[in-house]
């Protein structure tokens, strides 16, 4: 964003005090992080065998499966912190100072973390599927890229407008784009939070399969 020339993501050159490359890189940098992240967290307690030490535990497994998610999340999160020294740099740099889309970017951010969640709960399913670290992230990337571009793309083979809609509106990719605008649409908001738990209680089941 601000070292490496062309490509049209460097905010030096684009002239704009703006976030945007941010907030379209970002995406495709948590379509990996992020199942880098939880990888580990289900697949490594099965192969090592301590998945049976927390079975049987006091607690029940959808505290388990939220602890490895909240983990994920917050680690994800922290990665995010010292991109505040972008906004700061570019308020700084514009003219007049302080001449930035705020709401804008507050509503990029909100949707960044969003689309984390749902990245996390999806990565912590496909580690609770194997007890192959590279298999759960190999498994993860394939269903995030699904879930944030392959609506989209089936949407665009498709000639009947209403199911083009449909298509695209279950995909995160859309829901990202509104929310960036910053404009906080409650059905934004609920679409993610759905697929985050959708992913939460499918990850539930997994581990509960293991008791029967």
């Known amino acids: 964003m601000w070292i ?38 289900l697949a490594e307690e099965q192969k090592s065998g301590t998945i049976e030490l927390l079975l049987t535990q006091p607690i029940t497994d959808l505290q388990i499966v939220l ?74 990337v394939i269903l995030c890229f699904f879930f944030y571009s392959g609506f989209d793309f089936l949407s665009t083979i498709l000639t009947t407008s209403e199911t083009t809609t449909i298509l695209s509106r279950l995909g995160m990719s859309n829901h990202y784009s509104s929310l960036s605008r910053g404009v906080i649409d409650t059905r934004d908001v609920v679409y993610f939070i759905s697929v985050t738990l959708f992913f939460v209680f499918l990850s539930r089941f997994i581990l509960e399969k293991r008791k029967w």
């Open 67 to 140: 602890a490895k998610y909240l983990a994920a999340v917050i680690l994800v999160l922290i990665s995010l912190v010292p991109t505040i020294v972008y906004y700061i740099s570019i308020s700084r740099l514009a003219t007049p100072a302080g001449n930035v889309d705020t709401a804008g970017i507050i509503g990029s951010y909100i949707g960044l973390i969003f689309l984390c969640s749902g990245f996390a709960s999806i990565g912590i399913f496909a580690s609770s599927l194997t007890n192959n670290q590279i298999v759960s992230f190999i498994l993860a």
């Open 4 to 41: 490496f020339p062309g490509g049209g993501h460097n905010v030096i050159e684009s002239g704009y005090a703006n976030m945007d490359p941010l907030f379209i890189l970002a995406p495709w940098l948590f379509l990996f992080l992020i199942p880098a992240v939880t990888m580990r967290m």
